[in-house]
């Protein structure tokens, strides 16, 4: 359901993109640095911008996924070396009742 709520969000907004294109083709001037210009539609150079915009921010995405990837998997070793380390417990545990048993002493509650 939800990919398809996306994509009538995006073709609802590349359409209205579409029709402002459309109105908005008489050239205008920018300035990117000083002493350099560029003419163009305004069409044209918002859908550059809007492009630039795009690609910004899935390339912010992409850093972000890539943090959280690596968070957990420094989250998934720190899971492993607890659980290690449970495990070493649980054998020192039983090794010592082990003993206790074998030493036949008394519990402590009795002593």
């Known amino acids: 359901m939800m990919r398809q709520v996306n994509f009538v969000l995006i073709f609802l907004v590349c359409l209205a993109i ?5 109105e908005n083709t008489n050239p205008i001037t920018v300035q990117l640095l ?13 859908l550059i911008t809007m492009g630039a915009g795009a690609t910004l921010a899935w390339l912010f995405s992409l850093w972000v996924k890539l943090q959280r990837q690596i968070s ?3 989250d998934y070793k720190q899971v492993q070396v607890r659980d290690r380390r449970i495990t070493e417990l649980e054998q020192e545990l039983q090794r010592y009742k082990a003993e206790i048993k074998q030493q036949k002493l008394p519990p402590a509650d009795e002593a």
């Open 34 to 46: 000083p002493g350099k210009t560029v003419e163009a539609p305004l069409a044209i150079e918002l």
């Open 18 to 22: 579409a029709f402002f294109c459309l």
């Open 72 to 74: 957990a998997m420094q």
